[in-house]
Each structure stands twice: as C-alpha cells, then as structure tokens.
C-alpha cells in the first residue's frame, strides 16, 4: 500500500476542486459517500462521469491501490468539502500544540511575499533618509536617540565595555535606558564608529518591523488556526499607515523596541490561553489543565512573556501602560476560567510565574543598574498582587457557583480598592506616575497628541487616514470577538478584545498610541478581509467561524479548533485559486480594502521627511560655521521646532533638545522686529536661524515675511536687516546666520539721505540690499550691515571684510 497522502496537502486539492466545479461539492459527497460503502471500488460503482473521476484522480484526492480505487484521505478531503482547517494525527490525548508554530511551504511563500510587502512600505522614504554619505533620519525625535548612541559610543573602548550600561547619564537611565543600550549594543556590534552609528538609526526600526511582522502572523494564526488570516494580518500591517511612519526606515525611536515587545507579549499570552483552550475541549477540565502545565511550552511561554512585558516597560517613559491590558485581562480571564469550570488558580499560574520572572528581572535592571524610575519596581508587585487576589476570588467562584458577572464587579471594586491604597500608601511613586501621565496624555505641541478621532479629521473618517479600511473591519471582528468570548470559551479572542480596546481609548485620547493599536487591530482586520472575500464566494470562511467548539468545555465535549478528536494538531491550509478570473477578482477585491491605504501611506511617511533643501542648508551652515570659527554653543540653530533638532544634529551634534525652539520660535516669526531680537539671540548663543514655507497666511511686516519672503534686504515697504546674513537660498527653506554686523561710518551734509547698498549672491541668487541713511546734524553717518563686500555710501565705496561683520567692528569710508 502507498504511503498515507499529506492530510493538509489531500484538504487542498479537495477545497480547490470543490471551489472551481459548480458540482464540486457534490461530486466529493459522493466519492466519500461511494468510499465509506466499500473497501476498494471501481470506476463502476461510481455514479460520475468519466472527466470528474479522471480529474480526481489526477488531483490525488481518489488514488488506486491493487486494481482498485480509494480516497486518499477522507478526513482531507472531509476538511476541504466543509472548508476547514484539517486535522493531522499526530497521537496523544489532550496534547494541546505540539510545537508553538506549524509553516508548511506554501504559507512560508506566503509569509515571505507578505513581509516583502512590509519591507516596501517601510522603505517608501529610502531616497530621502540615504543622501550621500549621510544618514537623515525622518521626524524630529530620532536626532535625540543619535545622539545618545554616538554619546555612548564615545564613552566605551567596545563591545566588551559593557559597564555604559550600569552608568547611563541620569537622562538616559531614566527614561528609556533599554532602548538607548540597544542601541549602543548594536553599535558596537558593528564597528562602533559613525559608519555604525548611522546603520543602526537607518536600518534597526526596519528589522525590528520585519520581525514585528513575523510575530503578528504567529500571533494570528495562534489565536485563528487559520494561514489566511495570519498572511492578512501583516498584509493589513504593512498597510497601516500610522504604525508605518514610526517604524520607516531612519525613524530610530523606542518605539520598535516597544511594538515589538508589545507583540511578543500579546503572542505569548495567546499561546498560553488557546493551548489550555484546546486541551479543555479535549478533555475534562482537571485533565486539561493539567497536561497544560506539564507542557515545557506552556512555561516557556511564561517565561518569554515575562521577560517580554519587562523589557517593554525599560524601552519607554510609559512603562506601566504595558502592564493595564495584562492586568485586565487576567481579569477576565479569571471569570471566564472560573464558568468553563477550569480553577482559575492553575490556569493563572504560567501568567503568575511569568509575572514574577519580570518583577525579578525589572528589580535587577532598576536597582542593579539603577535603570528607570522606582514605580518600575513598584508597580509590577501591585500587578503581582492583583493576579493573586483575582485568582483566588476565581477560585472561591468557581466552587461556589456564583454568577461571573458578580466576580468582574468584585474585580473593579478590587482594582479601585488597590488604587487608592497605593495613592496612600507610596505618594512618591504616585506622584511620579501622574507626572509621566502628564507627560503622556496632556503634551499638545505634536500632531501626534490629536486624538484618532478628532473633529477636523472627523470621528469617522479619521481613523481611515491613520489605519486605512482595515481599521472598519477590525471594528466588526472586535464586535464579535466580544460576543463570542461571553457566548463561549474563547480566551484568545478575549485576549485581543481588551488590548484593542484598551489601545484605542489610548488613541482616542492623542494619537501617538495609534501605533501600538495597530498590533491587534491587524489580527482583527486580517480575520475581517478572509471574512469578506469569503462572504463573496472568494475564498473559504474564516475557521474562527466555524461553530465548533460548541460543547460544554466543562465536560470536554466540544471539539478543538485546530486540533484532531484524538488531541493531534490541525494545521491550517492555504489554497490558491487554480482559476485566474477568481485569482483576478480575489487581488481587486483585497486592493480596494488596502489600497485606499496606499494613499495615506506616501502622504504620511512624505509629510516627516526632511526636504533637500532643508539637508543642504544643514551642510551651508556647518561650513560657514567653520569658516567664521564659530563652535557650541555659538553655531546653535533656531528653527521652527519640529526640525529643530536635524539642524543641530548636522551642524553642531547637540540635538538632545529642542526646548529653545519650542518656546521661542513662533513668537520670533509671528513678530515684526527681528533685529529687536538680536541681543536676546547674542545672550543665549543663537548662531543661525533656519526658515521655512509655511501655509498658514501672516502679515506682510512679520518676521517670516522679512525673512523667509524678502531674504531680510527690505521689501512691501520693510526696512533691510542689520543682523541677519543670508548664506543659504532653497526652494522651501532660507539660512540666516546672525551677525553682529559691521557698523559703516561716513559724513555727510546735515540731514542728507544717502544710499548704502550692495550685492551679494547666496545660493545662486543675487540679494540687493539697499539702506537710505541719514546723516545727523553734525553730519556724521553710519549704518550697521550685515554682509560682506564693496558697499556703495553715496557716490563713495567701501569694503567690508568678513571679521568687521562678525565681530561688529566699524569700516571708515575714506
């Protein structure tokens, strides 16, 4: 006898005859039908025609053995008439995943295909981050975390020199010391000089994404069993434009450490809650659980997740967002562990263990290497803590018979209870919080700080410029993933429920937690695409849509999702349509959902690039800093505050804040009096300043009109400036290097206006600067200019050299 077909490869062939014969389904009816009758049978006992049982057998769905026919696997092409995943024997009982992850061939192509795709995305800006030889990072805040990379790296001798990381700068250590590490480590790793630096800022955001979206596939074919929607998931990633500008390439930021974290978070707790899922519909409960706890996956699991939430908590200021999702989903976890019948003690003890693993390792980095402010330490006790009483109080539950709708009431009151006892008990730690909270929810000067569904966006259309389509759908699948987690045991999609939830209040508040709702928002959007390419007879329903599992999980009568009757694993099949209209209408189908995103993702990524202009008025700057022997901080840049510190990263290298600009710059441009700003830039080392098109209208005396419209030489009635030099003219951005000027003396007849003038040609423009001067009574006269150069006093000339304009020194006219 031949060896026994590959159960998933038999499901295949099934699903794609059944989908591209109008009697597709019948004709498998009746091949099993005509099989389960008979041993072996020939083409006579067979009620088809010649050309569908030919087909059948050259698909390998009938196979011949000893002169007569069979099905090469009726649970296959069971699997593929039903249109489900198909189960595999793999032997044991109440087993649970055998492995964390199955990935036949063609779902790896898949994958592949689909993590191109969010290569591409996140490359879209490639040409404006690589300019010659330099790197020019997108945004404002990734000059922040190169400059502490390159500070760190002038510090230690090498990769071996790890002791950097036990002594962070009180900057660095307090805020987000993992990712500054990282960084370093990273660094080093690959040279440890400037070369590596700038690969570090260009390409770490792109190759954590990749493997952002490696994980968001696992994490939806965990919680789904279904290669379809784990390949839409990354699909629907790729395409969310709000996490795409973070994570492009240059966008060097806490933030792909955090997402990715935050990924492997939600993966490890859907694997720990769909293993016992499938083991409790498998078996009895007390069976269940425990072949749930002796699995050395379930505490790897644990363990991961653990260090997991940890390190997410070390990579930014708002650690302790991490820990609100977990500490809520325990939660209910415990009330719906507690009405499947399962203890809720046990059940909770891998997120226990877990927990304490982190709270250890967080204790070790807070006060070994004197990491992160204490509430670190503190907070992840509290959770501690809250996971011990609510599993107890799911135990008490249980036993008793309660209602769990009494627990989750009991929970709240537990959760506000602990709150207000921290709040008294640790005022330092609270007050600490409330600042970063602060700092979080109440910053209002970045775009970012909107809110997802904000009035000039829309409520509705909104979130389509941040999430694309996809953000539509998620929100239907959220609907039913809330139904179905109350209708029945289904703690995966409870786990995906309350992180969506929780991270789209975030972004309902400002928009910078958009991102980190992208995660698992994707699962949901992908779920929502196979969905609606199954509604219209595109592709086979989404396996979560399948009603099985409809037994009682306290008996063990229902049948696993994913898994054989005898506990063996299912592994989900992906089918391609072998009919090119299909295949055709399927690819239009899935860009009208995502290609609306293809609109918002260019415009969005383009709209935090830097312009050419911008970049080379960066590199006139630093030459005529050097030139003129100007170091920091007297070549400080002012600009408006979003590109504040790009200048002076290129310029200066202190790009550790913009705090200057933020507080000053829209009062100096929105003014009238720039060289009435002079002493106040002279004061606090204000070297140049940088201009920019604005689309806002302004008056025609402001600042910006002076500057940035008449180059400073006068113009609609303006007088020209004494001490602003233009060196750098681009088509959107103007360089102005301040001056103290160099003062013109001259005589001329009491109260004779006398013309004072020069050309000067900056960036291939020639500037006319013209003053009218008059002399006083004692006839004497003087103007102070700001360029360099022959000057033209009356009907005399004169020339002033660079260190008269740069020191405010005085030039006679002879």
Not at 187 to 202: F, K, P, S, T
Not at 712 to 733: N, S, T
Request: some cysteine.
């Amino acid at each position: 006898m031949p060896d026994e077909p590959d159960p998933a490869a038999v499901a295949d062939a099934a699903a794609t005859f059944r989908e591209e014969r109008d009697d597709g389904a019948q004709a498998l009816e009746t091949v099993l039908a005509v099989d389960a009758d008979h041993d072996g049978w020939t083409f006579d006992d067979l009620p088809l025609d010649s050309g569908t049982f030919g087909e059948l057998v050259s698909r390998d769905i009938v196979t011949k053995s000893d002169g007569e026919y069979r099905v090469s696997n009726r649970e296959g092409v069971r699997a593929g008439l039903e249109g489900r995943a198909v189960s595999v024997d793999r032997s044991g009982s109440a087993s649970g995943f055998s492995s964390p992850i199955a990935l036949d061939p063609r779902a790896a192509v898949g994958l592949l295909g689909v993590l191109g795709l969010l290569l591409v995305t996140r490359l879209w800006t490639y040409g404006s981050v690589f300019r010659g030889d330099e790197v020019v990072s997108p945004a404002n805040d990734p000059y922040y975390y190169r400059y502490w990379t390159e500070g760190l790296l002038a510090e230690t001798s090498g990769i071996t020199d790890a002791s950097i990381v036990a002594n962070l700068p009180e900057g660095v250590a307090e805020r987000r010391p993992l990712t500054h590490s990282t960084h370093w480590f990273f660094a080093e790793l690959l040279g440890g000089d400037q070369w590596a630096a700038d690969m570090v800022a260009a390409w770490l955001p792109v190759v954590g994404t990749v493997l952002l979206g490696i994980v968001v596939y696992w994490l939806a074919v965990v919680v789904s069993d279904d290669v379809r929607i784990g390949l839409a998931s990354v699909i629907i990633l790729a395409l969310t434009p709000a996490h795409a500008v973070y994570t492009q390439v240059g966008f060097l930021e806490h933030r792909a450490h955090q997402y990715f974290y935050l990924g492997v978070t939600l993966l490890t707790l859907a694997w720990l809650a769909v293993d016992l899922r499938q083991r409790a519909l498998e078996s009895t409960p007390q069976t269940a659980v425990g072949g749930h706890l002796r699995s050395p996956w379930t505490w790897l699991a644990a363990a991961v997740f653990g260090i997991a939430v940890t390190l997410s908590m070390f990579a930014w200021g708002g650690s302790i967002l991490m820990l609100v999702p977990v500490a809520a989903y325990v939660g209910l976890k415990v009330a719906v562990d507690a009405r499947a019948g399962l203890s809720p003690a046990a059940t909770t003890a891998p997120i226990f263990v877990g927990l304490v693993l982190g709270a250890v390792l967080g204790a070790v980095l807070h006060f070994g290497l004197g990491w992160h402010d204490r509430f670190t330490a503190v907070v992840p006790l509290l959770v501690l803590a809250g996971v011990v009483a609510v599993a107890c109080l799911g135990e008490l539950w249980r036993r008793l018979e309660w209602h769990v709708g009494g627990l989750v009431g009991v929970q709240v009151l537990l959760a506000g209870v602990g709150l207000g006892a921290f709040h008294s008990l640790r005022p330092e730690e609270w007050t600490r919080i409330s600042e970063r909270a602060g700092d979080l929810f109440f910053r209002v000067e970045a775009a970012e700080t909107t809110s997802i569904f904000a009035f000039e966006n829309a409520v509705v259309l909104g979130p389509l410029s941040q999430f694309g389509l996809g953000f539509y759908l998620a929100i239907l699948v959220l609907a039913w993933a809330c139904w179905v987690a109350v209708r029945r045991y289904e703690p995966g999609w409870l786990l995906l429920a309350v992180y969506v939830v929780f991270w789209v209040t975030l972004a309902a508040i400002q928009g910078r937690f958009a991102a980190q709702l992208a995660i698992p928002l994707s699962v949901l959007g992908g779920m929502g695409l196979v969905w609606l390419l199954s509604w219209t007879k595109l592709a086979r329903d989404p396996v979560p849509f399948h009603e099985r599992g409809e037994g009682d999980v306290a008996s063990g009568t229902g049948e696993a999702r994913g898994t054989a009757a005898d506990g063996g694993e299912r592994r989900p099949s992906l089918v391609v349509p072998g009919d090119a209209k299909t295949l055709v209408t399927l690819v239009w189908i899935v860009l009208l959902v995502c290609g609306m995103s293809l609109f918002f993702v260019p415009s969005m990524l383009a709209d935090t690039t830097h312009s050419d202009a911008q970049f080379e008025a960066t590199a006139v700057i630093d030459d005529h800093a050097e030139a003129v022997d100007r170091e920091y901080p007297a070549n400080f840049v002012l600009s408006e505050w979003g590109d504040n510190r790009m200048y002076n990263y290129f310029v200066n290298g202190e790009s550790a804040g913009y705090a200057y600009a933020l507080a000053n710059f829209e009062e100096f441009v929105t003014g009238g009096d720039p060289d009435g700003w002079y002493e106040e830039f002279a004061e606090n080392d204000v070297g140049y300043v940088v201009t920019t098109d604005i689309d806002e209208e302004y008056p025609e005396a402001s600042t910006q009109a002076q500057l940035h419209d008449d180059l400073g030489a006068g113009g609609g009635g303006g007088e020209p400036l004494a001490h602003y030099q233009a060196i750098y003219v681009g088509e959107d951005a103007t360089a102005f290097a301040i001056v103290p000027g160099a003062t013109i003396t001259s005589t001329a007849s009491p109260g004779e206006t006398v013309i004072v003038a020069t050309e000067v040609e900056v960036s291939g423009e020639t500037i006319s600067y013209e003053r009218e001067v008059t002399a006083g009574e004692d006839g004497s006269l003087e103007v102070t200019v700001p360029y360099t150069g022959e000057y033209v006093v009356g009907d005399e000339t004169v020339e002033v050299p660079a260190e008269a304009v740069e020191n405010g020194e005085a030039v006679e006219v002879q």
